[in-house]
Protein backbone atom coordinates (compact mmCIF):
# COMPACT_ATOMS: atom_id res chain seq x y z
CA UNK A 1 0.00 0.00 0.00
CA UNK A 2 2.63 2.42 0.94
CA UNK A 3 4.31 2.00 -2.30
CA UNK A 4 1.86 3.01 -4.56
CA UNK A 5 0.84 6.27 -2.75
CA UNK A 6 4.54 6.56 -3.35
CA UNK A 7 4.14 5.76 -6.90
CA UNK A 8 0.55 7.79 -7.45
CA UNK A 9 3.02 11.35 -5.99
CA UNK A 10 6.01 10.34 -7.81
CA UNK A 11 3.77 10.46 -10.92
CA UNK A 12 1.87 13.56 -10.01
CA UNK A 13 4.89 15.14 -9.41
CA UNK A 14 6.45 14.27 -12.61
CA UNK A 15 3.23 14.54 -14.43
CA UNK A 16 2.79 18.55 -12.95
CA UNK A 17 6.83 19.20 -13.86
CA UNK A 18 5.75 18.21 -17.81
CA UNK A 19 2.91 20.54 -17.20
CA UNK A 20 4.86 23.91 -16.01
CA UNK A 21 7.56 22.74 -18.95
CA UNK A 22 5.09 23.12 -21.17
CA UNK A 23 3.49 26.14 -20.18
CA UNK A 24 7.11 27.83 -20.30
CA UNK A 25 7.91 26.69 -23.18
CA UNK A 26 5.11 28.40 -24.81
CA UNK A 27 6.36 31.74 -23.41
CA UNK A 28 9.93 31.07 -24.41
CA UNK A 29 9.49 30.73 -28.20
CA UNK A 30 9.44 34.54 -28.80
CA UNK A 31 8.99 35.98 -32.19
CA UNK A 32 12.25 36.89 -33.89
CA UNK A 33 11.80 38.92 -36.60
CA UNK A 34 14.42 38.25 -39.44
CA UNK A 35 14.64 41.37 -42.19
CA UNK A 36 17.00 41.58 -44.56
CA UNK A 37 18.51 45.04 -45.45
CA UNK A 38 19.88 46.63 -48.70
CA UNK A 39 22.52 48.00 -46.26
CA UNK A 40 24.29 47.62 -42.55
CA UNK A 41 23.38 51.36 -41.97
CA UNK A 42 19.75 50.16 -42.93
CA UNK A 43 19.80 47.41 -40.54
CA UNK A 44 21.36 50.15 -37.24
CA UNK A 45 18.72 52.86 -38.32
CA UNK A 46 16.03 49.83 -37.76
CA UNK A 47 17.59 48.76 -34.62
CA UNK A 48 18.20 52.39 -33.29
CA UNK A 49 14.53 53.28 -34.13
CA UNK A 50 12.87 49.98 -32.54
CA UNK A 51 14.81 50.79 -29.38
CA UNK A 52 13.60 54.38 -29.13
CA UNK A 53 10.04 54.12 -30.28
CA UNK A 54 7.57 52.81 -27.35
CA UNK A 55 4.88 50.10 -28.09
CA UNK A 56 1.59 52.30 -27.74
CA UNK A 57 -0.18 49.20 -26.16
CA UNK A 58 2.41 48.39 -23.57
CA UNK A 59 3.45 50.19 -20.10
CA UNK A 60 7.16 50.97 -20.80
CA UNK A 61 8.52 48.79 -23.29
CA UNK A 62 10.11 49.28 -26.63
CA UNK A 63 8.91 47.98 -30.15
CA UNK A 64 12.06 45.83 -29.70
CA UNK A 65 10.67 44.05 -26.16
CA UNK A 66 7.15 44.25 -26.79
CA UNK A 67 5.34 40.88 -28.50
CA UNK A 68 2.15 42.23 -28.85
CA UNK A 69 0.29 42.65 -32.32
CA UNK A 70 0.61 46.28 -32.72
CA UNK A 71 4.25 46.06 -31.84
CA UNK A 72 5.09 43.50 -34.65
CA UNK A 73 2.60 45.40 -37.02
CA UNK A 74 5.13 48.72 -36.12
CA UNK A 75 7.93 47.04 -36.63
CA UNK A 76 6.93 45.76 -40.05
CA UNK A 77 5.61 49.35 -41.04
CA UNK A 78 9.05 50.70 -40.19
CA UNK A 79 10.99 48.19 -42.14
CA UNK A 80 8.97 49.05 -45.15
CA UNK A 81 9.58 52.76 -44.54
CA UNK A 82 13.06 52.36 -44.24
CA UNK A 83 13.34 50.61 -47.25
CA UNK A 84 10.94 53.28 -49.02
CA UNK A 85 14.09 55.21 -47.69
CA UNK A 86 12.43 57.81 -45.49
CA UNK A 87 14.72 59.53 -42.74
CA UNK A 88 14.52 59.03 -39.21
CA UNK A 89 12.53 62.26 -38.68
CA UNK A 90 9.72 61.67 -41.48
CA UNK A 91 9.58 58.00 -39.66
CA UNK A 92 9.18 59.34 -35.80
CA UNK A 93 6.69 62.29 -37.14
CA UNK A 94 4.78 59.77 -38.81
CA UNK A 95 4.45 57.57 -35.67
CA UNK A 96 3.59 60.65 -33.66
CA UNK A 97 0.83 61.56 -35.61
CA UNK A 98 -0.47 58.53 -36.25
CA UNK A 99 0.09 57.46 -32.44
CA UNK A 100 1.37 60.68 -30.11
CA UNK A 101 3.88 61.66 -28.31
CA UNK A 102 3.84 58.72 -26.19
CA UNK A 103 5.17 56.50 -28.70
CA UNK A 104 8.65 58.55 -28.32
CA UNK A 105 11.07 57.70 -25.65
CA UNK A 106 12.03 61.05 -25.48
CA UNK A 107 8.97 63.34 -26.73
CA UNK A 108 10.16 66.30 -29.20
CA UNK A 109 10.33 69.78 -27.34
CA UNK A 110 6.51 71.37 -27.65
CA UNK A 111 3.66 73.53 -25.78
CA UNK A 112 2.66 69.98 -24.58
CA UNK A 113 5.77 68.17 -23.93
CA UNK A 114 7.42 71.48 -22.16
CA UNK A 115 6.31 70.61 -18.37
CA UNK A 116 7.72 67.53 -19.11
CA UNK A 117 11.21 68.53 -20.33
CA UNK A 118 11.56 71.24 -17.73
CA UNK A 119 9.14 70.70 -14.86
CA UNK A 120 11.56 68.84 -12.86
CA UNK A 121 14.53 71.49 -13.35
CA UNK A 122 11.79 74.26 -12.50
CA UNK A 123 10.72 72.64 -9.51
CA UNK A 124 14.40 71.93 -8.43
CA UNK A 125 15.19 75.81 -8.67
CA UNK A 126 11.68 76.70 -7.10
CA UNK A 127 12.81 74.06 -3.66
CA UNK A 128 16.13 75.91 -3.64
CA UNK A 129 14.50 79.49 -3.66
CA UNK A 130 12.59 78.28 -0.63
CA UNK A 131 15.23 76.70 1.18
CA UNK A 132 17.45 79.52 0.95
CA UNK A 133 14.51 81.50 1.63
CA UNK A 134 13.96 80.48 4.85
CA UNK A 135 17.51 79.82 6.14
CA UNK A 136 17.97 83.50 5.59
CA UNK A 137 14.35 84.40 7.37
CA UNK A 138 15.95 81.85 10.39
CA UNK A 139 19.54 83.74 10.64
CA UNK A 140 17.60 86.92 10.54
CA UNK A 141 15.43 85.77 13.45
CA UNK A 142 18.32 84.08 15.68
CA UNK A 143 20.19 87.37 15.23
CA UNK A 144 16.76 89.59 16.02
CA UNK A 145 16.64 87.74 18.82
CA UNK A 146 19.76 87.78 21.01
CA UNK A 147 19.54 90.36 23.27
CA UNK A 148 22.30 93.35 22.68
CA UNK A 149 25.25 93.73 25.44
CA UNK A 150 25.47 96.57 27.54
CA UNK A 151 28.86 98.80 27.53
CA UNK A 152 29.66 97.37 30.64
CA UNK A 153 29.60 93.93 29.14
CA UNK A 154 31.83 94.43 26.35
CA UNK A 155 34.15 96.27 28.54
CA UNK A 156 33.92 93.10 30.56
CA UNK A 157 34.57 90.69 27.76
CA UNK A 158 37.28 93.14 26.44
CA UNK A 159 38.80 92.31 29.55
CA UNK A 160 38.41 88.97 29.48
CA UNK A 161 39.55 88.58 26.37
CA UNK A 162 42.84 90.28 26.94
CA UNK A 163 43.78 87.98 30.18
CA UNK A 164 43.38 84.82 28.01
CA UNK A 165 46.31 86.26 26.02
Same mark, same amino acid.
Given at each position: ?????????????????????????????????????????????????????????????????? $???????? *???? @???????? =?? !? $???????? *???? @???????? =?? !??????????????????????????????????????????????????????
Amino acid at each position: MYKASARRYCFRLVGTVLVSVLLMAGAAQAVVDVREFKSEQEEQRYHTLIEELRCPKCQNQNLNGS $DSQIAADL *RREL @YRMINEGQ =SN !G $DIKTFMVD *RYGD @YILYRPRL =SA !GTFVLWFGPAILLLLGVVVLVWIVRRRAVGASAAAPAMSEQEQRDLKAMLAKTQ
